[in-house]
């Protein structure tokens, strides 16, 4: 059971747009920065977003980030069949732990 | 550009002690800006951060694993170290190592490619 709560699927068309969302409580993502983390098939994580809404440099503008309160989202525009991936969000505990969500796989049909 | 590497026994038997290896390339351990953390993976299911250490030795573990993480940092061959005691199928897993920021308001990378180890007699 992860602390975070993230839908186990979603899925979009090429060109679409698609949102994956991440809901925590005020003691990580209401008091503290959500990460995102992209992990392809058969490969290791790599960061995506970093604290709410920044993109690492590689990562294309299609990506982005917000939160708003207790929860976060990651909307991926013009999606590409390259997108197809799990998806992770993570954020600071104050119990002292980092936390993620169960993971996202998101298919593109 | 910073590189990690996981290395170790990828075959543990139940109630022994797993040991992790993370070389760290194209980059000094010694930052003070950053933390070098622990990050496992059971097949199929999602992300556990285990801990992380700083360069000067200090660390922070998930209280999750009850006492039975320990880490290790040797500055002078950029490496840090994982042991997991009393193991069991349960903690059967692709163990990643990764740097993060330090703070609450960080975040982990580069990430290691991973390493598999497999708990069972």
């Known amino acids: 059971q992860s602390v975070l709560t993230q839908p186990p699927s979603a899925s979009g068309t090429p060109g679409q747009r698609v949102t994956i969302s991440c809901s925590g409580s005020?003691?990580?993502?209401?008091?503290?920065?959500v990460n995102w983390y992209q992990q392809l098939p058969g490969t290791a994580p790599r960061l995506l977003i970093h604290?709410?809404?920044h993109r690492p440099s590689g990562v294309p503008d299609r990506f982005s980030g917000s939160k708003s309160g207790n929860s976060a989202s990651l909307a991926i525009s013009g999606l590409q069949s390259e997108d197809e991936a799990d998806y992770y969000c993570?954020?600071?505990?104050?119990?002292?732990?980092?936390?993620f969500g169960g993971g996202t796989k998101l298919t593109v049909l | 550009q910073l590189q990690l590497q996981e290395s170790g026994s990828g075959l543990v038997k139940p109630s022994e002690t797993l040991s992790l290896t993370c070389s760290v390339s194209?980059?000094?351990?010694?930052?003070?800006?950053?933390?070098w953390g622990w990050i496992r993976q059971p097949p199929g299911k999602g992300l556990e951060w285990l801990g992380s250490i700083y360069h000067t030795g200090r660390t922070h573990y998930n209280p999750s694993l009850k006492g039975r993480l320990s880490k290790s940092i040797d500055t002078s061959k950029n490496q840090f170290a994982l042991k997991l005691s009393s193991v069991t199928a349960a903690d059967t897993a692709v163990y990643y190592c990764a740097r993060h920021t330090v703070g609450s308001t960080g975040w982990f990378d580069p990430w290691g490619q991973g390493l598999l180890v497999t708990v069972s007699s």
């Open positions: 005020r003691s990580n993502i209401g008091l503290n920065t």
């Open positions: 604290s709410n809404n």
């Open positions: 194209g980059g000094s351990i010694s930052s003070p800006s950053y933390t």
């Open positions: 993570a954020a600071w505990d104050d119990s002292l732990t980092w936390v």
